[in-house]
């Protein structure tokens, strides 16, 4: 079990990595592209399709920074109700949100790879650079397939730490 979970740690850590990456080669890319534009006088340019690039590496990252923010519990909690409850029913309210996020990851991969199929099946491009949108859409999906993988081993998790209950609190403090 500890083999699987250093898996799927190191599949979300790399996904993560993968996506600060792209963000980060896309921050240089608009820098350098505002900066030819502001020095248009001296004979530089904008790179073109810029914004293209910015948005299909953008989408890239939010789905690659999905499993790792849930895999980390980085979800948003609210506490005003479960801080009074004990660990158990606390642990117990962790099964039911990982239920429902791995219920919702499945039909966000699901539905994201309808798309990239309907992309790919029409065959459209991007107007600048023409390169075919279902490109990022499959990029994308791999984040998708990815986060199902996280949510599915995080529901394992939290029902092995009901039944032991001595995993860490939802604070991520030792019990």
């Known amino acids: 079990m500890a083999q699987i979970g250093r898996f799927i740690e190191g599949l979300a850590r790399t996904m993560a990595l993968a996506g600060g990456l792209v963000l980060t080669i896309l921050i240089i890319l608009t820098v350098i592209s505002v900066t030819g534009r502001a020095l248009v006088f001296a004979?530089?340019?904008?790179?073109?399709?810029?914004?293209?690039?910015?948005e299909a590496g953008t989408a890239f990252a939010v789905f690659a920074f999905l499993p790792w923010c849930h895999l980390n519990r980085g979800n948003a909690v609210v506490e005003i109700l479960t801080m009074h409850f004990n660990d158990h029913v606390n642990r117990a309210i962790e099964i039911i949100a990982n239920l429902m996020m791995l219920v919702f990851a499945v039909l966000i991969c699901w539905r994201h790879w309808l798309g990239t199929i309907d992309k790919q099946s029409y065959g459209e491009t991007t107007f600048i650079l023409q390169f075919p949108i279902w490109w990022a859409y499959a990029a994308s999906l791999v984040g998708a397939v990815v986060f199902v993988i996280v949510a599915a081993w995080c529901l394992i998790r939290s029902l092995t730490e009901f039944k032991a209950a001595d995993g860490p609190t939802l604070s991520g403090e030792a019990p």
């Open 43 to 54: 004979g530089l340019a904008p790179i073109p399709g810029d914004f293209e690039l910015v």
